[in-house]
């Protein structure tokens, strides 16, 4: 009988290539891993991976016993959800990872909601950078968590997992007020049927550009639209905040792209805003099979309750 916490290991080493990387994501030992796996094979009675040189790579015989366990594990996390409801009254931690500005503008009011329905349930907010939840909810590590994607870096589908939509928001160019290049911008929109993005972001294709830490989904989306508006910009800071970088517009240092509850509050004068027309989608993720989980639909009842009215919702799209 083939052993599900192996298959697990199986699966994490699908998906994220090294012993090395699994050990460190569900806290073993790399020859623990190791040892496993070497085990799960004896069990299997065939070779499911190759070793070339220092790497691993699995078989098609354990590429195929992967989709398997995609399966056995989303049974289970069914079975979870069944047993949940039968207790019926929701208690315990609930693991949620969220991205900063949604941390901010979203999750607070969720949390009443759900602190006064459900007053047993402990939810435990996590920030987690969208390009780390499959990971981490995958190992267990998050129960339920927010992701989003833009125009220029679609999320990919994400095996073992199950996204619902949430909200859309409009992303805004952020440059300083009064410069040569943000009148430019602002002429940019003013003719026609809508902005030229295009022309919005080329305006400002020399000046220094303010974007997220590499790695993250926002760094790579305001790279992405920059290039496909013609140029590379020319980076001098990397901050993740938003008000920090808005900040550092106001201050003149440069440009950069925010989304729509990046820029809530005040207005400040120091800094012209110009829509585009790239958006942002904001999703919430669990592991497949956990969507009738009562605790995961609670918070995902809340968090739509929690979603501003000035979002767009997903079913507004085009």
């Keep these: 009988m083939l052993d599900v916490r192996r298959l697990r290991l199986l699966r ?16 073993f030992s790399p020859s623990a891993v190791s040892q496993q796996l070497a085990v799960l094979e004896r069990e299997a009675g065939l070779p499911l991976l190759e070793r070339t040189g220092r790497r691993v790579r699995l078989t098609p015989t354990g590429q195929n016993l992967v989709r398997h366990a995609e399966a056995v594990l989303e049974r289970l996390e069914q079975a979870d959800a069944d047993l949940a409801e039968a207790r019926g009254g929701l208690a315990g931690a609930l693991r949620i990872g969220a991205f900063p500005t949604a941390t901010r503008a979203i999750v607070p009011a969720a949390l009443v909601a759900l602190a006064r329905r459900h007053p047993g349930l402990e939810p435990m907010v996590s920030e987690t950078d969208p390009a780390a939840v499959a990971h981490a909810l995958r190992a267990g590590d ?9 125009d220029f870096v679609p999320a990919p ?28 911008a602002a002429a940019a929109t003013a003719p026609g049927p809508g902005p030229d993005q295009g022309a919005v972001l080329r305006a400002h294709a020399d000046a ?7 790695g993250t989904l926002c760094h790579a989306m305001a790279l992405r639209a920059c ?12 901050v993740d905040e938003f008000p920090t970088v808005l900040a550092l517009v106001a201050a003149g240092q440069g440009v950069a792209v925010v989304p729509q509850l990046g820029v809530t509050g005040p207005a400040d004068p120091a800094v012209s805003l110009t829509r585009l027309l790239m958006e942002r989608r904001t999703q919430v993720a669990f592991r497949s099979g ?29």
Excluded: C, N
């Design 208 to 214: 220094p550009w303010i974007t997220a830490t590499h």
């Design 227 to 238: 290039q496909a508006a013609g140029f590379t910009p020319r980076i001098r800071h990397r």
């Design 12 to 27: 994490e080493l699908a998906r994220r290539g090294t012993i090395a990387a699994v050990a460190e994501a569900l806290a």
């Design 157 to 184: 589908p994400e095996p073992g997992l199950t996204t619902q939509p949430l909200y859309r928001e409009s992303m805004y160019l952020a440059a300083p007020a009064g410069t040569a290049a943000g009148a430019a």
């Design 290 to 318: 956990a969507a009738a989980h009562p605790a995961v639909a609670a918070f995902g009842a809340a968090l739509r309750a929690a979603v501003p009215p000035e979002l767009a919702t997903p079913t507004s799209s085009a």
């Design 142 to 150: 998050l129960d339920v968590a927010l992701i989003h994607a833009y």
